[in-house]
């Protein structure tokens, strides 16, 4: 059996993009440059003042598709991995998204084995 703390402390990195395709650059730039892997997107609605709509004469907001990126990280390497993904999505300049931090109780190390061939993407 395993115990608790034979696993690494972590870190969950969450960001929320438009769904503008953005998502799958930043986890090809995470697997190339960062050598992440622990990483995913998922498509969800989205609701902010930037998109209203006219409905029976009053201004509503609207849902919209937007992408969520979630990163697993140790926690030494967190930060570091929150400022690379802040600058790599441009976070530094108005746009309508979010990237936030937290705390994780414990996450299991992954490693790809060794002779698996990565997929031919785009």
């Known amino acids: 059996m395993t115990r ?8 969950i990195i969450t960001c929320i993009l438009p769904d503008e395709g953005q998502d799958m650059l930043l986890l090809k730039a995470l697997r190339t440059e960062k050598g992440i892997i622990s ?3 998922f498509q969800c609605r989205g609701f902010g003042l930037q998109m209203r709509r006219k409905y029976k004469g009053k201004r509503q907001v609207a849902g919209y598709s937007v992408r969520m990126v ?8 967190a930060d570091d991995l929150f400022e690379y993904i802040y600058y790599k999505v441009n976070f530094d300049h108005p746009c309508p998204g979010l990237i936030y931090q937290g705390n994780l109780l414990t996450a299991t190390p992954y490693t790809l084995p060794s002779g698996v061939f990565e997929e031919k993407g785009e």
């Open 70 to 77: 979630t990163v697993v990280a140790q926690e030494d390497q």
């Open 4 to 11: 608790l703390q034979d696993f690494p402390q972590a870190k």
């Open 39 to 41: 990483a995913n997107t």
